[in-house]
């Protein structure tokens, strides 16, 4: 399998990051003679992020691009060589450097579907030993990807459709490669776009950003521009000095305002100025550095008018200290007069940024009927999911040889499914969804209008369920180490994310306290568990 | 200045792994006039995390790795001319195509250091635009790995010196390179190794694994090693039915155990005996996969009776559910009868290894006195760092041209602290901390034996303190982009670290409501302070 060309190179993941345990496994296996085993394993979660009742698959882009390029180099071989034992068979370091994922089958839940306890999210089958490899990299592509995405979409549910979401959270993010899966996957949970140039670069996620404080502070007012001149927006026209009408405009509006001219801060004007040169058409103003009131917002002001004179129209103002949504509607005031007083309606409408430590809480009150916040910026609560801060993923092996396989354990909670098997989403007559299916791969799919009985997880019972329509889940992405069709656009699968939500029901969506969505095993799959699971531990 | 020769390549972190308004400011700066001024930033947190009175500082070495390697290619800039107004001058592009570090200086708290809200873990100086670049990368390579540091020296306070800690987080880390930066700086903080291979390639960390559940439970016992021959360990002596062998011996531990030969689960047997195989000198028994007492545990002392007969000595068990404290008692219990019955002294002291979601809590009770568990496998615990997962650092322009800067904003918390300033450290007679102290940096350095007066933060007065000794904090490591001398070795740090952490009072240690470490301003900061706060918005 040819190596795919590939801004990011091999450093998305490399064969090495991963557990020791694969490798002295890998060793084992060898040992053993069951190198080619065929063998599946699936990977899956135990329950729902959050305290919510879904989760949204995500990360499988990064694991087909990590599968193609899977191949250890001989520096990789050396290291092993280093850790393992000394008298180790060098037969088996000549087996690691042929291996690829030629021999390996991945089928999975589209990017942006909705995910539940116990449904794979990948199912990998090939030989034991490169399958067994693969365990701890899929494992931290998918988790955290995941989590992320799930995360992105629990925040636009509380933001709702019309507020604008954009993640900055890069600086909180687990290290440089932390920070470009938060915007990838942010994005596909429903955000907007992110500050991450990076992920815009690589990822195709649209960036934003304009000012921060620190651009503010290094400007004192003393600072004489090498070009203060502006031409009209429209091309025609002499070239205007900015920071003189700037000025003129300013007595105006302080003026208007009822604030002495020396109030505002002549640094941040000339900030701002420099800003509005630099970006004349999109020209947003951070407000806080100083005092919104008496500072950032006259001289916004000021500039804005001055640039409207010119034809130019702000995009924005930016809050990023205090109370966020009283400022907001003080601004939009502010705004609303200043646009009447001057006879420049569009500068009512400038949309108000947000940001500073934003959670699902504050979230919810900014999103409130009435508030007046247009976009807002959350960092910190979007890329480390504070809430619950890893979805615990696991990748458990269900068969080796055609048999099927499970673990017991000693604690009920963490025994496996067995077998090779497929699923199945249930739906009713009004296209609710009604419960997934897991079944064993060698039985019939279920048939839309015929009832079947099914055991929920979990339940002492067994139930009956007539389908109004069926439809399997799991898709086949990379057969025998070929990929089968191209994955989505990370925006297609950001849309079908949406679509996905769309579908479940507000009782299952809700944030707090949801009804859980039911995962049933087919009657033979419970028979199997029951029979594997009796036999205790023969 | 050269790229460093690096097997991390330019991935660890990339120019553009950044937020846009990073870039958005550069052309401000730049069509100002301004891209060359001499200007400061301090990079600092505002808090220390999990509610404790103290932070390691860590992540300098990943700093100083991505200076010397910052350069845009024309990738670079062509994305962001893409995402930069179009009619932006070309001589800003070029401007950024010459860009490097060869004039930024950096002074910084060693790695492993003590850090104190406030206090800054790095000064950063260089040409504005330069320094403003910076914020992000250096931000999103500080923050989490000063966090799990503190992170993990928090863990190995609560488990004393004696435990082996092992990091085993990866699979749930923010993506790889979260899985990297977790496990370099896990270890840093106090851990003994990390199961991350690449972290050992990459940094030297030491790495340990075994195996897992899907190993056992991939074999039946029907399997027939293709060679179950094994040579006594002095290589001396005729080769050995390892197989045969082991079969021998589970007779006689089940009857010592009161276990009828067929509940061991013979699978498992043939997983621990293709192990033992492999490492005949390394033998580990994970004994949770069906059930500890009645198959795991047999299984074990049968494979590691039989291997012992031939000179070799297992290493250890692994217990990964349920109860983890009770069962290590009576796994022990049993190592203990078994070794006497058979006569094996060694049997009795083989080290047991726990693991299976541990958190701070779980992590007491395990290492409590009367403990029987030797290693302690921890994962999300100290890769998501749940009960804080970021750690808030800020990056905050302190001076322009040799002019103080300050924000001061709607949040007094949020107010930054002006000027190029120096630290140090006051003692007392006894060797312990007073407290830290900022000044200017043209200001004379305190003295060992004088009297002098400060303003603690958040004090509403003055107080004077006399320090037996003074240490300076902030140390040269890169001076116009050349680094001053080498970074000590990892496991240098770590010691750094232990020895740091010694010094620190059990109340500032303490990990629940401890005292508060004080940070004081010398008067002039203080009077700097107060000037350009009471300036207001001026």
Chains 1, 2 share one sequence.
């Not at 589209?110 to 034991?128: I, M």
């Not at 007012?221 to 003129?248: F, I, N």
């Not at 640094?267 to 005092?291: C, H, I, K, N």
Request: charged share 20%; proline share 8%.
């Amino acid at each position: 399998m040819a190596a795919e060309q590939d801004p990011e190179g091999r450093a998305a993941a490399q064969p090495l990051l991963t557990d020791l345990y694969q490798a002295t496994m890998a060793l084992g296996y060898w040992r053993a003679g069951r190198a080619w085993d065929p063998a599946e394993f699936e990977l899956f979660f135990r329950r729902c992020p959050f305290g919510g009742a879904f989760a949204l698959a995500a990360g499988l882009r990064d694991c087909v691009r990590f599968l193609r390029a899977f191949r250890l180099r001989d520096a990789d071989v050396q290291f092993l060589a280093s850790v393992l034992p000394p008298d180790t068979d060098p037969a088996f370091f000549e087996h690691l450097r042929g291996l690829d994922c030629s021999g390996v089958t991945v089928r999975a839940l589209p990017e942006g579907s909705l995910a539940f306890p116990g449904v794979p999210l990948l199912q990998v089958s090939g030989p034991l030993l490169v399958v067994q490899l693969l365990e701890t990299p899929l494992l931290c592509l998918v988790s955290y990807a995941s989590l992320i995405a799930t995360n992105a979409a629990r925040l636009r549910l509380i933001a709702g459709p019309e507020k604008r979401l954009l993640e900055m959270g890069l600086r909180r993010a687990q290290g440089p490669n932390g920070g470009l899966t938060a915007s990838t996957y942010s994005y596909l949970g429903g955000f907007d776009g992110s500050s991450n140039v990076l992920a815009g670069q690589l990822r195709g996620v649209p960036v934003a950003g304009t000012l921060a404080h620190s651009f503010v502070t290094s400007f004192s007012g003393t600072e004489v521009p090498p070009d203060p001149m502006l031409a009209p927006a429209a091309g025609q026209g002499p070239r205007v000095d900015l920071a003189a009408c700037v000025e003129a405009w300013l007595e105006r509006v302080c003026a208007h305002l009822g604030l002495g001219i020396q109030e505002p801060h002549p640094g941040e004007r000339a900030a701002f100025v420099a800003y509005a040169l630099a970006f004349p058409r999109a020209f947003q103003g951070l407000l806080d550095t100083y005092s919104v009131q008496r500072s950032g917002l006259p001289n916004f002001l000021a500039v804005a008018l001055a640039l409207g004179e010119l034809g130019y129209r702000a995009v924005g103002v930016r809050l990023d200290s205090g109370d966020l949504l009283q400022q907001a509607r003080e601004v939009r005031g502010r705004l609303r007069t200043t646009a009447a007083q001057f006879q420049v309606p569009w500068l009512e409408l400038v949309p108000i940024a947000v940001s500073n430590n934003i959670d699902e809480e504050e979230l919810a009150r900014l999103a409130q009927e009435g508030s007046e916040v247009n976009l807002i910026g959350i960092g910190t609560s979007v890329v480390t999911c504070p809430r619950q801060p890893s979805l615990g993923c696991v990748y458990k092996l269900v068969s080796v040889g055609g048999q099927p396989r499970m673990k017991l354990t000693e604690d009920p909670e963490k025994q496996t499914l067995p077998g090779s098997k497929a699923a199945f989403r249930l739906l009713g007559s009004d296209g609710s969804l009604l419960l997934d299916l897991l079944q064993l791969a060698e039985e019939t799919p279920p048939q839309a209008g015929q009832e079947l009985r099914v055991w929920p997880r979990g339940a002492q019972e067994s139930c009956t369920v007539r389908p109004s329509r069926v439809e399997p889940l799991l898709q086949l992405w990379v057969q025998e180490g070929q990929l089968c069709e191209p994955l989505p656009s990370l925006a297609d699968s950001r849309a079908f994310a949406q679509l996905s939500l769309s579908r479940l029901s507000p009782a299952h969506k809700r944030l707090e306290q949801p009804e859980p969505y039911q995962v049933a095993l087919s009657e033979k799959l419970q028979a199997l568990v029951d029979r594997l699971g009796a036999r205790g531990p023969q």
